[in-house]
């Protein structure tokens, strides 16, 4: 992630993450043992030939696009949600492995 960039605090970003995981989470609940629940989007940073670039995915593994920085694709999945709600969540393992991981 660009250390310029910092998310909302509706954001929780897994410091472990590698390019092709999901890094940032949205609106996603934390246990009192630091289990992650389920978030409505996340952001993962895809390595190209030109450089990272950003993939915003909501709940249920929904592409959202394609972004040139984190930020454009952490708005485009709070835009997302604001729109269609947080009735639908899914884990992170299932979003992951929807984006062809």
Known sequence: MDQNENPTSRWTTDPGAIPGEPYDYLDIPIGEEGEIGEAKAVIVEIETPGGSRWEAR???????GMFETAEQARTA???YVAVHGATSKMSMGVIWRSSGN
């Not at 909501?58 to 959202?64: D, E, I, N, T, V």
């Open 58 to 64: 909501a709940f249920g593994g929904r592409f959202l």
């Open 77 to 79: 999945a709070e835009a």
